[in-house]
């Protein structure tokens, strides 16, 4: 056979297969990313265990119009340039990868404005060949991602998910420990429309016991603070 160079969605596709195990992996990435634009406030969105919607909305930076295709596209990154960046990594995300991959195994919109633009814009890829529109839109200062019908164009990989209750939880866990670790950004988690998990930031000088409670239970935090 002759050798070609795969087409960009179906390489994306085949690199999404490191990156997206579960809706869970896709609440990772984008949880990161936007940790990673120094978010104060993430809201996610989850409509049936996250295969029918994963909606990722934060405060933080966001992308300039020029700057979304790219997003999209495989090995962009704005967290490193050089082989000395990547051996002092500061970011959570690194490969340029994340985006290009989930947009290949779903339909994903990213939709931005960062504070030096007055409007906002949207952008999805679409065709074999991932090619990036980008429309007007409206948005506050920060970024949301839309990933809906997750692994609908590979069907052997939509198979493997899990009932929506089971997929909601490794959603529910990931979000846990993410919030055990940064105290100091809110995170609010809703399923199917309803209001799940709250955890309001702690201000610099507050009580982080609230955040240990919100997340482990108030009878964890009574035995540990215990002396
Ligand atoms: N929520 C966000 N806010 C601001 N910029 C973002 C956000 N999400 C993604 N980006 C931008 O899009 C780029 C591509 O994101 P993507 O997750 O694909 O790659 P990465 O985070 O650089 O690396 P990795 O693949 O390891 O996650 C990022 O480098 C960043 O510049
Ligand atoms: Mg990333």
Redesign the pocket.
């Known amino acids: 056979m002759a050798i070609e160079i795969l087409p960009a969605r179906l390489a994306n596709q085949i690199a999404a297969g490191e990156?997206v195990e579960r809706p869970a992996s896709v609440v990772k990435?984008?949880v990161?990313?936007?940790i990673?634009?120094g978010?104060t406030r993430i809201d996610v969105d989850i409509e049936k265990g996250g295969s029918k919607l994963i909606r990722?909305r934060?405060n933080?930076?966001?992308?300039s119009k020029t700057?979304l295709q790219?997003?999209?596209s495989r090995h962009?990154?704005?967290?490193?340039h050089s082989l000395d960046d990547l051996e002092a990594i500061m970011?959570?995300?690194?490969?340029?990868?994340?985006?290009?991959?989930v947009s290949a195994v779903s339909r994903l919109t990213?939709t931005?404005r960062p504070a030096e633009q007055q409007e906002a814009w949207s952008a999805f890829a679409e065709g074999r060949d991932m090619v990036v529109s980008v429309k007007p839109a409206a948005h506050p200062v920060?970024?949301t991602?839309e990933v809906v019908d997750l692994f609908f164009n590979t069907p052997a990989r939509r198979k493997f998910l899990r009932t929506d209750k089971t997929e909601f939880s490794h959603i529910d866990e990931l979000l846990r420990r993410i919030a055990l670790s940064r105290f100091d950004i809110t995170i609010n988690l809703r399923h199917n429309g309803t209001q799940v998990r709250q955890y309001r930031r702690i201000p610099e000088r507050g009580d982080p016991l609230r955040r240990l409670k919100a997340v482990c239970g108030q009878k964890f935090v009574e035995s540990c603070a215990a002396d």
């Open positions: 990156v990435e984008l990161e990313n936007s990673d634009a978010a990722v934060d933080g930076v966001g992308i700057d790219l997003a999209l962009a990154t704005s967290k490193i970011s959570l995300g690194f490969r340029g990868e994340a985006l290009a991959s990213i931005s920060g970024c991602v």
